[in-house]
């Protein structure tokens, strides 16, 4: 699935200065450090790429445990989505907070193995592939909200939505890096028995991504609903019309360094 966190999901909207990186920049292959307190209370923000097989293997237990914690895993069961997380050619960004993660997303790239979302929607993807489309997915985009609130129980709400925001920027970055043509995502379609996860499916098609497959029974996150998205890269780069988190991410230069 595409993320879970323990509080509302964010909406687009602009990251509050004191939590983005030096510079506004979206970090760099060092991780450059962010002073997040107006009242400089050395709270470090670090947002990077998760370099080591430990710190992919970390990044994937993360995800994992709040998956299981909301009852989108069974802690009895191996997952399914680790082969695809913990491949070398996968890319996993991640967060920190005082030198403890908090956060990831990866980019999965298409490969011989395919996608985790194949699992329900192999005909849909058949579709970009058939067309020798460029195509990779966003999975287990996941932040442990209550550690940011442990370490900073002053947080705001806005604070608190922040860092899915910044790790959804590198993703879109480094799709544009990469030249994909659709990046592919597995969502909770939400209802009124879910209003978070419907919040969630409404930010991914209020950033571009529309969907390309119905809503289905997913047994690799407890036969949760989802629905299939894609988003358009060449599209979204040629849109003069785009605002908010999307332009900012286009307009940012891009950094070699952070995604080779």
């Known amino acids: 699935m595409g993320e879970t966190h323990n509080q509302e999901n964010p909406q687009p ?21 962010v002073l997040t307190s107006p009242e400089d209370k050395k709270l470090k923000y670090i947002y990077g790429v998760a370099r080591t097989e430990a710190q992919r293997r970390q990044a994937f237990m993360l995800s994992k445990r709040l998956y299981e914690e909301h009852d989108l895993g069974d802690p009895a069961k191996p997952s399914s989505f680790e082969p695809f997380i913990l491949s070398p050619e996968t890319k996993t960004f991640i967060a920190e907070l005082n030198q403890q993660m908090f956060g990831t997303v990866s980019v999965v790239p298409d490969s011989e193995i395919g996608l985790p979302m194949d699992l329900l929607y ?10 020798h489309k460029k195509i990779a997915e966003t999975s287990q985009l996941a932040v442990d909200l209550s550690l940011l609130q442990k370490i900073d129980p002053k947080l705001t709400m806005i604070e608190t939505r922040s860092p899915s925001l910044k790790l959804y920027q590198l993703v879109l970055q ?6 994909l043509d659709e990046l592919c995502i597995a969502v909770h379609p939400g209802d009124e028995e879910h209003p978070e996860e419907q919040k969630r499916a409404a930010f991914y098609k209020s950033v571009g991504f529309r969907e390309i497959g119905p809503v289905k029974s997913y047994p690799s996150v407890n036969d949760a609903w989802a629905i299939a998205m894609a988003l358009n890269i060449p599209e979204l780069l040629g ?5 908010g988190i999307v332009k900012s991410t286009i307009n940012a230069p891009l950094e070699p360094e952070l995604f080779d």
């Open 13 to 33: 909207e602009n990251i509050p200065e004191h939590i983005q990186t030096q510079e506004g920049r979206l970090g760099h292959e060092k991780m450059p450090e």
């Open 122 to 131: 192999e005909e849909e993807l058949s579709i970009f592939r058939k067309a």
């Open 174 to 179: 480094y799709a544009i890096y990469k030249k």
């Open 239 to 243: 849109n003069k019309n785009s605002h």
